[in-house]
């Protein structure tokens, strides 16, 4: 099962820098490190977003996405999943890595899963 994401959030596009991704943006990407200490490492140009998405029903009863949400860090995100799953039923939070400068990223990991979900979130990792 694929999820669909809305492209706002997941369809990066290549830059020259992160802080261009998101000029203007209340939360500006934090940069992982080798040991995911989420802090610049060296010359490398990867970037962890954390996002929270929350589930509803559409008419037909199935489970879409909603509109995701940037957060700064995994611990706001898990916050806002919890919070959304209030409001919508259920929600996830995720985290992405990667290098917007060369459009690689690593595949979502979830960090929470709150609520009524999808049994399958592999479509968050495209």
């Known amino acids: 099962m694929r999820i669909a994401i809305p492209t ?13 991704e998101f000029r203007g943006s209340k939360h500006p990407p934090t940069y992982a490190g080798a040991d995911g200490d989420n802090r610049a490492s ?4 990867k970037v962890t977003y954390y996002v929270a998405m929350p589930f509803l029903r559409d008419d037909q009863g199935d ?12 611990r ?5 999943a919890q919070a959304m799953a209030l409001v919508y039923g259920g929600a996830v939070a995720f985290s992405r890595s990667g290098d917007p400068a060369v459009g690689e990223f690593d595949d979502a990991v979830v ?3 709150v609520g009524d979900v999808p049994a399958d979130l ?5």
């Open 76 to 80: 706001s995100a898990v916050g806002s």
């Open 122 to 126: 592999s479509g968050l990792a495209k």
């Open 111 to 113: 960090l929470a899963a």
């Open 63 to 74: 489970l879409v996405a909603g509109e995701p949400a940037e957060c700064q860090s995994s």
């Open 8 to 20: 706002t959030t997941m369809a990066i596009q290549k830059s020259a820098t992160a802080e261009n």
């Open 42 to 45: 060296g010359s490398s140009g």
